[in-house]
């Protein structure tokens, strides 16, 4: 006979299922670590910063100088120019540019105050003389400034020589640098090229090359294999041990379908809030649904699902007091944490109504579970547990560090760092940092560019080389005061003494007197790199790393490093975490108070003995936001089992429920102290030593006398 009520929970599956195809939910889903950093007007200028060219350069170095490494690195330029969006970078400089600095040489060279004091025409023009009849070949003159009064700046790339007329560095190997298309700039195009890359190389030996894209795409491959791995073996062990526990073939299928349910139901309403959802969070949600399992267990195991019975009043209060946890939790302002929460409570609530509510009108026959008891030692009075705890809060507070740094929730992916540094150090750019400039105006703009580079003169800002017009003007200034006019016509005059043809240095010192005006267009076409933003003009600099403290002063000036930007950010969210997590606990707190008056110490053990256990860590390892957020998340569901066991009807139905809720949720959380991500791997380890101070507990702790 058909019955609708066995239907229902397929139905709802598909309904879901349908909205989160029809919403494409899961291309929200998104492995790059900047995805959890809290939304800021820096986050977005991080993403500007990720636009300019000079942030996808790909290196390519191919070890030896000989005459095979030569052909080998011409071969494997052809072969990566042929991939669509890759082109080599062009050693020379532009005309454009190289006509720019004809034109305005005097204003961006500095001057050699010493060399116009000490300057003797005549002797110059006798040393140039020289070596024009000494030299075999032509002998190269500046005949802009023969007297050489002008400075250069210093190459930042020093390091960089040529042989065989090849780009190669510090005579050890070739190099060819190769610029990604603006239009490369997803994750799913930064695949393609490197696949592409790691096609052409991947029987060559005795190359490197590097990305900083390549982080991106190994990074999240890593993160994404070891997600499914986690998955796969958390399911598997769910699976199995539901099939061990319940023996219930309908029941089962059930409560596969309402967790798949949840997850996906969870996720279609954040994929509404969040533009991004970390892929963190879908693991995190796989192992928090496994606590609502819990409900299930409760309800089953005391025959609610084949006998009309009650409302279940201790799982409901359990439910309310994680869920509530939660809820507060999820004022924290750093998006990780408020998407765990979202989820999470999403999830727990699905979870519970259905198990509460429509599993009985579905109805499940209870089969017979063989369990076999064991007698517990059960002598140690809370009291005695609770002083115990408190000792170890006391010692672990005093060990109690906050790790700011957010690549620790990475992966670590060594080789590609390896890399990494060998073209740093080979470049010379190991002590300089990305920051970005802005500006209101691209004269200003400009005009922040020179300030930096005439403080820190081994920084790398390209836009510095141009000159604004206040620059230009004080400039123009300075070499009217210093006469160039008269200084020309003595050279001249002096050169036909020497026996220089006239006018043969008629391009020495001109003056050009028109100011340079910019435009995005014109500044393109000298080469360099600019982005409007809002009301802001933005190009990139690097600065040096030391001097951090100094630069950061200037308002112009951006540090857009993942690692400072969370850094700022985190200090005030651990004052977060710490206000909204006390706020959390005393929630708890009167929620035990509200529901175990009688045996207020005992749900109270269940309470600070996990917290101590796990601030225990503390004395071998520094605590990041992961480990602090899953301590809120532990209590929040030991407190559960401190309701369950301090209730007036406990029996052995209750502690079976419990031991297997204990097994669902340390299979579901447990299992990520396997994985290789530090963000997954922190959340298994706390949830794990949780789990452990919780069935210790259930072990040691006296019952009540009307315990059974």
Do not use: W
């Not at 042929?82 to 454009?96: A, C, D, F, P, T």
């Not at 060819?176 to 195009?189: A, P, Q, R, V, Y």
């Not at 080789?415 to 802005?438: A, D, G």
Request: aromatic fraction near 16%; glycine fraction near 2%.
């Amino acid at each position: 006979m058909f019955k609708l009520n066995n239907y229902i929970n397929i139905l709802i599956l598909s309904i879901l299922v349908t909205l989160v195809v029809i919403f494409n939910s899961f291309k929200d889903i998104s492995t790059n670590l900047q995805s959890i950093i809290p939304n800021s007007e820096k986050k977005e200028l991080l993403n500007e910063f990720n636009k300019f060219k000079s942030t996808k350069k790909i290196f390519l170095s191919v070890q030896g100088l000989d005459k095979t490494a030569l052909v080998k690195i011409k071969k494997l330029e052809g072969l990566f120019s042929k991939i669509e969006g890759l082109s080599l970078e062009k050693v020379h400089e532009s005309k454009i540019l190289k006509k720019y600095k004809d034109n305005y040489k005097l204003y961006i060279e500095k001057i050699d105050e010493k060399s116009l004091d000490n300057l003797n025409i005549t002797k110059r023009l006798e040393e140039i003389k020289s070596n024009i009849l000494k030299s075999n070949f032509s002998y190269f003159i500046n005949k802009q400034d023969p007297l050489n009064l002008f400075i250069k700046d210093d190459d930042l790339f020093k390091n960089f020589s040529f042989n065989n007329n090849h780009l190669s560095i510090k005579n050890k190997a070739y190099i060819s640098i190769f610029n990604l298309d603006n239009s490369i700039n997803t994750i799913s195009k930064y695949e393609e090229i490197y696949d592409s890359i790691k096609e052409i190389v991947v029987y060559e030996k005795n190359i490197k090359v590097f990305s900083p894209i390549f982080y991106f795409v190994e990074n999240s491959r890593m993160i994404k294999n070891d997600v499914n791995k986690i998955i796969a073996i958390s399911t598997f062990i769910l699976v199995l041990l539901y099939l061990v526990i319940l023996k219930n073939a309908k029941l089962l299928l059930n409560t596969i379908i309402t967790l798949v349910s949840s997850i996906l139901m969870s996720l279609l309403i954040c994929s509404i809030f969040f533009d991004e959802l970390s892929i963190f969070v879908i693991v995190f949600g796989i192992s928090i649904s496994t606590v609502a399992i819990d409900y299930m267990f409760h309800h089953y195991m005391h025959d609610y699902y084949e006998n009309k019975k009650g409302f279940n009043k201790d799982v409901f209060l359990g439910m309310i007091t994680t869920v509530g946890a939660f809820v507060i939790l999820s004022f924290v302002s750093f998006d990780l944490i408020k998407q765990f929460c979202y989820f999470s409570i999403i999830c727990l609530l699905f979870s519970y109504f259905q198990f509460a509510f429509l599993y009985p009108k579905i109805k499940f026959s209870q089969k017979n579970i063989h369990t076999k008891y064991y007698k517990l030692y059960s002598k140690i009075r809370p009291v005695y547990v609770i002083f115990f705890a408190i000792i170890i809060l006391i010692l672990s507070i005093d060990k109690f560090h906050f790790d700011l740094n957010l690549k620790n929730l990475d992966v670590n992916n060594a080789q590609l760092k390896k890399t990494e540094e060998y073209f740093k150090n080979n470049l010379n750019v190991q002590k300089n940092m990305p920051v970005l400039l802005k500006a209101k105006s691209i004269d200003k703009l400009i005009e922040n560019a020179r300030i930096l580079k005439k403080e820190y003169p081994k920084s790398y800002i390209p836009i510095s080389i141009l000159i604004n017009k206040k620059n230009f003007l004080d400039k123009k200034l300075f070499l009217e005061k210093i006469n160039l006019e008269n200084l020309k016509n003595k050279l001249n005059k002096k050169a036909m003494q020497v026996g220089f043809k006239a006018n043969y240095f008629k391009d020495a010192y001109i003056l050009n007197e028109d100011k340079p005006i910019y435009t995005e267009k014109y500044l393109n076409d000298l080469g360099m790199e600019i982005i409007h933003f809002k009301d802001y003009f933005l190009t990139y600099a690097n600065l040096p790393k030391n001097k951090i403290d100094e630069f950061s002063k200037y308002e112009f000036v951006v540090n857009i490093s993942i690692k400072t930007m969370f850094e700022q950010n985190l200090s005030f969210i651990y004052d977060e975490l710490i206000v909204y997590g006390i706020v959390s606990i005393l929630f708890i707190l009167f929620m035990l108070f509200l529901s175990t008056k009688d045996n207020y110490l005992l749900s109270l053990a269940y309470l600070i003995f996990p917290i101590a256990l796990i601030l225990s860590l503390s004395f071998f390892m520094t605590f990041n936001i992961l480990h602090f957020f899953m301590l809120f998340v532990i209590l929040s569901i030991s407190i559960d089992f401190g309701i369950y066991l301090s209730s007036k009807e406990v029996d052995k139905s209750t502690y079976v429920a419990i031991f297997y809720s204990l097994l669902s949720t340390f299979a579901g959380f447990g299992v990520l102290i396997f994985s290789k991500v530090n963000a997954l791997f922190s959340i298994g380890v706390v949830a794990s030593i949780g789990i452990l101070a919780i069935t210790f507990l259930i072990i040691i702790l006296k019952r009540p006398s009307y315990d059974s």
